[in-house]
């Protein structure tokens, strides 16, 4: 008798939570579906729909208990709980949309400025603030008064701040070069310290190098805000690579030049075909055997130049044979005077 009272009070409720779960994966699921179909993910549309990507379950549910409170003859205590958890509910939901939808418009806004580096730290830092203020707001809605906790929190940050003195001057210092946009994700950068490589990531405590050699360099931002950075893919993202050659005085020189660039734009078109810009030659030395020159190509990042500089040389050293054209050795000549 008593397990069919029992059953009889909780049958409305179980089948109403069961319900709003079930729209709830349905409104989920179709949401999943639209976002993986047609809409363009670098739209505003993307932006909004995505942040409320998995949120319905969780609204359904909060809809269903709030459903739940008032078909129930409940004691009071028991339904002042409920109410206080789904307040905490729809509150972490609506802080979870603005957090994503923030995120989003970052991100949206970072792809679209390439002198904005999109990095994990302004994103990070974002969601604690939001988070921070969505936690504040349940707290005062539960009758817990934030002014003691700010209170304390400001007194104690005086301590932690004196005991994480270089922690916190490398968030502050990763804060700099994000909004300073000294340095963008996939640049190439090289530091007076001597570290060099290519940007992968901007975190709360330090930066993140691929050296060419496919290591990562671990680089405090602290070191990075103080050293002397030489960034080589700004203002533009191509460089220019110069390669110094020496031919004979018997050479002529407009063929030389005429086979240098012909064999440079074939490499070019071979390994980094995105180089729309011409090689170049420049002669600038007559050398005791030879005379110098500079050919000078672009080429499109940093790390293109070495394979270029492989290239052209074994191409140019078979161009010169076909072509007769000769890089001499260094010749000395010496007089004896007793003769």
């Keep these: 008798m008593h397990f069919e009272y029992l059953f009889d009070i909780l049958l409305i409720p179980i089948c109403i939570q069961i319900g709003a779960l079930v729209i709830g994966f349905l409104i989920n699921r179709i949401i999943n579906r639209y976002l993986r179909s047609s809409v363009d993910h670098g739209s505003w549309q993307y932006i909004f729909i995505n942040a409320l990507r998995g949120l319905p379950i969780s609204w359904c549910s909060g809809v269903g208990l709030y459903w739940t409170i008032n078909s129930l003859d409940i004691p009071p205590t028991i339904n002042k709980l409920l109410s206080y958890l789904l307040f905490a509910v729809i509150v972490f939901t609506l802080t979870r949309v603005v957090a994503r939808t923030l995120s989003g418009i970052i991100d949206f806004y970072t792809v679209r400025d390439q002198n904005m580096p999109k990095t994990s730290l302004l ?187 492989h290239e052209f040389i074994k191409a140019i050293m078979k161009e010169f044979r076909k072509e007769n054209i000769e890089i001499p050795f260094p010749v000395r000549t010496i007089i004896n005077g007793n003769q």
């Design 123 to 309: 994103n990070n830092v974002i969601n604690f603030v939001i988070y921070a203020m969505g936690i504040l707001i349940v707290l005062q809605y539960y009758g817990i008064s934030v002014a003691p906790i700010l209170t304390a929190l400001g007194v104690g940050g005086m301590a932690v701040a004196l005991a994480l003195q270089d922690t916190l001057a490398n968030v502050f210092s990763g804060m700099h070069l994000i909004l300073s946009k000294q340095l963008r994700l996939n640049d190439y950068v090289r530091l007076s310290t001597g570290e060099e490589g290519k940007v992968t990531d901007i975190t709360w405590r330090f930066t993140t190098l691929q050296s060419v050699s496919n290591n990562v360099v671990v680089v405090p931002n602290q070191n990075i805000a103080k050293a002397i950075i030489t960034n080589y893919s700004m203002p533009k993202q191509d460089i220019t690579v110069s390669i110094a050659i020496g031919v004979s005085y018997d050479s002529d020189l407009e063929k030389v030049e005429t086979v240098c660039i012909r064999v440079g734009k074939a490499v070019l078109s071979k390994i980094d075909p995105a180089v729309k810009v011409a090689p170049v030659v420049r002669y600038n030395l007559l050398a005791d055997s030879s005379i110098n020159f500079n050919v000078i190509m672009h080429v499109s990042e940093f790390t293109n130049q070495y394979i270029v500089k």
